[in-house]
């Protein structure tokens, strides 16, 4: 008796998951019912999303939306979002409306991975933005590849560009290579430094950086000191003070988010800012900005960074960029706000100059995009980089960043 | 007599049944991944039913232990070139380790004060993987883990990786069931029910003890083992305190003790932030919401209320039977 | 190699950043002792009131320093009744795991709250303590005054609450002994309520001093949370003065730990520390020997 109903209540269950299941799959094309020849469950990437004229182009967008990195996931769904609108309100793309789908991808690796196969099988999907960070487009990269559209990562540490390899995944930008290495060289040719504190964060954009930059240096006998933080330090004072008594003439400060803030202001407490700086774009990010020390400005004058794009570019594209943002957000945008929107933009004229949203199609339309101008500067693809050029500016006292060289990779 | 082993082994062969025609019915890979993500989870679920739903000792570092596994792999693979099967023996050399290095302390510790010392090792082993870089290339993770391959046969698509996942859980779970309730289940729910009269009966408190630590913690190394060669990446970010939280919610929420408990629970908690995501930037806080109040109302965990509603309704027939008579 | 300036500058900045962890410890001791359980969602607490206290008091409403320090206090106030009523009191019978699964997941749930209802960026706070002192030539920010003079106040106030007047000895005998004092006539939950009550009061105060030293973000007490356990089972858990002694013991430790140690490592220390002394010496340094 405990038996009969042990199966009917399981059996109730199985069913409960499998109409779960079905009433989800029901949405792809057809189930994927048309098996024959392929890999069992390599699923969706066959259908090709609709072509009737009128239809939505529906693409998803895996921003950190929970998690430690969620203000970086709020500016990717703000900035495409804005775009979005705009273009739809201009007519759409060729008067197909374009449909962002923002799926959360969580701030972890394995956050990513739940999301990977949601996204690579869903079937209904004309690209992919996202995931943003170096260690989720690694963890997933391969997976979401196999779903054969488009995907555009802003993950570009070294490690991506060599075994992320599919043709289908392209990043908006500059890698890591080019941008750690031009910062780099300007301090050693500009700066003129002699013994640099290399001040890197323990992630995958803090390492990456890292190694591309030791290597440098030690090819052109360049000493250094290297220490380096976790993205949930409170305080950085030891490792000031190892740099300090290792007598670094200059620091090379690399990281983003929440400890960009304690980093500056331990160096300013422990009156390192007056050395040569050359530091990561976070000190452009107004909602960084905000976090620091009061005073920020006339304490890291003279500080080096380098970046694609910030508030203070002063063409017409980025005035109007960051009148609106702030107008709909309430705040001012970064530069990967900036990237976000332009790849909206970008992701438009490749439908456009496609002609349709066939996946091999829009591929290489987007692989032969040159000279396509954008806030965060001109997209040339170049194997699988849509742009390899980095602005350096200098922070003159005020907060604001002025010119000083832009940098183009090979 | 045959009717008695149809009668027990009914359930078990339909979940089996139901698992094997799952991917066939279900052709949707996003689905056959949540299993397959369900399994390498519920291995650990295992292997921590053995030490808190059994022996009451409470463990929060499942996800170090989980950890250890999957780095010990994904190292002997890339770096000395060995492939998925040969690793398994350092893998569960590993387990051994943590067993013992757990198992020992865990005599001297009981409860909050065990739970701040797992919760201590889970947080060593994720700053050690992140800052030893030069063995474990800490934040980017390690990449390109070669796939399992059985007799030349490599384990590439999700779907094949189900069914290899599903023959090591029906392997493991029939070993694990037999444990519980075998002689070694018991004396193991008699030690987390009175320590003190288990030893009076003769059970050996230590052997115990240490056996369900190692058990667990060669089972967390396994979770781990297959964890790195479904997607063939680790990244220390992964095993937080959270992740060792979401383990010890499997085991509590399905039914701690026992295996079909802890099937439920995996499933039900890989999946249940799934199927949230349909109410957007909220999923979270209403997942935490109804862990809480399961956590709060139930502790029996799910099977509980299934037994409690068996149960019940064994004893209403038993009256009606009676009341015919 | 070393300067005695940087062993100074440790060693003075390891005593700050240990009060810090002291009043961390003082805080959910107060729960532990009536209520056997720990608050593991304290991290989180910190957190939401820090939120309270900057985002919605200072930020928000633009209310200045002292009456957006009370109100914050006030609404920590009902946050303690809310939690303590929910989860504490309900809980306190249930075994270990359910205690740690309610408190964490209840911490998920603030934490949740936090980005909902604030949003997803850091907020901003005008340092509020500016300014840097010096002390034996070591920079600490003006901030480090105020955690020593809290520190020092909460210590005695808390000596004198719980050994002299009515309410604190009757918490002193909840702590000791439930069924006792339940016995003698004592409203156990009454008292956890208040002990509730008093924690997150500390922890009030606990943000609006880290809110000048560290960004106000979502994440902002989570190490500071689980080094506060560490602190607690060094000094000698379950003691006032055991969370002093061990939270500057480990802020010490911790900054010259990190000058022999690549400085990746900093955060193992604390938690090497917590497991040494629990092999070791579980009753901490202030501790007697149990059992």
Redesign the interface.
Known sequence: ???I???V???L??IG??A???G??GQ?GG???E?GGQ??????GETTPGEAAGEDIKFAVIAA??G?S??D??SMKNAVQMAVDEINAAGGVNGRMLVPDF??GG????SA??V???V???GSYTAIFGPHF??QI???G??LSEAEIPVITGGT?K?VLE?VTSDWVIRNRCPDTVVALASAKFMVEEMGVKKVGIFCA???F???AADIVKEYFDSVGVEYVS????V????????C??L??AGVDSLFVWSLG?VF??VVRNII???LNTLPIMASSALTFP????????GWEEATKGWYVNTHWTTDLDDEASKTFVARYNELYG?EPNMLAAAWYSTTYWLKDCVERAGSTDPAALLKAMQETQGFETLSGTFNYADRDLIRQILILEQDGTGSFIFVQKVIGE | MLKNIAKRSALPVILLIVAVLFPIVVHNNYYIQICCTSMIYLVAVYGLNFITGMTGQTNLGTAGIFALGAYTSALFETVLGWNAWLSLIPVIAMGVIIGFGLGFPSLRLQGIYLALTTIALTEIVRKVILAWSSLTQGALGIKQIPNISIFGLEIKTTTQYYYFALVIIVILSIICSRIIKGKWGRIMIAVKDNPEAASTCGANIVTIKLTAFVIAAILGCLAGWMFCHNYNYVNPSTFTMDMSINFVIMMSLGGAGNIYGCMLGALAITLLPELLRVFGEYYQIIYALIVVTFAVFLPGGITSLIKRGIDFLKVKLRKNAQATK | MISTATLVQAIVSGIAMGLIYSLVGIEYTLIWNTTGMLNFAHGKVITFCGYLFGALCLKQMGLPLVWSLILALVLAAILALLMSSSIFIPLRTKDNLCCILATVMAGKILYEAMRLIWGAFNVGIDNYFPGTINIFGATLPATYIYVLAIAFVMVVALQIFLNKTKIGKGMKCVSQNKNAASLMGINVTRYMRIATILSFVVCCFLSILLIPLITLSKEMAEMIALKGFAAGIVGGFGLIPGCTVGGVILGVVENLACIVIPSGYKDVVAFVLLIGFLLIKPSGILGKKAK
Do not use: R, W, Y
Request: negative net charge.
């Open positions: 008796m405990k038996k109903i042990a199966l209540l399981a059996a269950l199985i998951l499998l779960a299941c079905g989800n799959g792809q189930g994927g019912q098996g890999e069992s469950g390599q699923d969706g939306i929970t430690n969620a203000s996931g709020a799926i959360d701030s972890t690796a394995d991975l739940n990977a196969q949601k690579a099988s869903d170096s260690s690694l963890a997933i391969d997976t540490v490690k075994t323990n992630d995958d803090g390492q990456g220490e380096t933080f976790n949930d330090d409170n305080d950085v004072t030891s490792q003070l190892k300090k008594d929440t803030a304690t407490e422990q009156g909602d960084i900005q905000a976090t620091l020390p009061t705040l």
